[in-house]
């Protein structure tokens, strides 16, 4: 399957944006210059205190909807 690397840095700050109903998609660029627009659903099992920081692997499929989002170590 189809897979993209992503280095997301969002401060707890823009996440609330997501919660107060003002977003529910997050643009991030992959660290191969691709632009994602990710349902913002996706990132709550990632979210701390501080945000969503880290690099993950989005792994899609052919047909472009997601499969699976991990944190890479």
């Given at each position: 399957?189809?897979?993209?690397?992503?280095?997301?840095?969002?401060?707890?700050?823009?996440?609330?944006?997501?919660?107060?109903?003002?977003?529910?998609?997050?643009?991030i660029?992959?660290?191969?210059?691709?632009?994602?627009?990710?349902?913002?659903?996706?990132?709550?099992?990632?979210l701390?205190?501080?945000?969503?920081?880290g690099?993950?692997?989005?792994?899609?499929?052919?047909?472009?909807?997601?499969?699976?989002?991990?944190?890479?170590?």
């Amino acid at each position: 399957m189809p897979y993209l690397v992503l280095d997301i840095a969002l401060s707890a700050e823009r996440m609330k944006a997501v919660y107060q109903g003002h977003a529910n998609r997050v643009l991030i660029r992959s660290r191969d210059g691709t632009r994602v627009s990710l349902p913002a659903h996706h990132l709550r099992p990632f979210l701390t205190h501080e945000g969503v920081y880290g690099s993950f692997e989005l792994e899609f499929a052919e047909q472009g909807h997601l499969l699976c989002l991990r944190r890479l170590r």
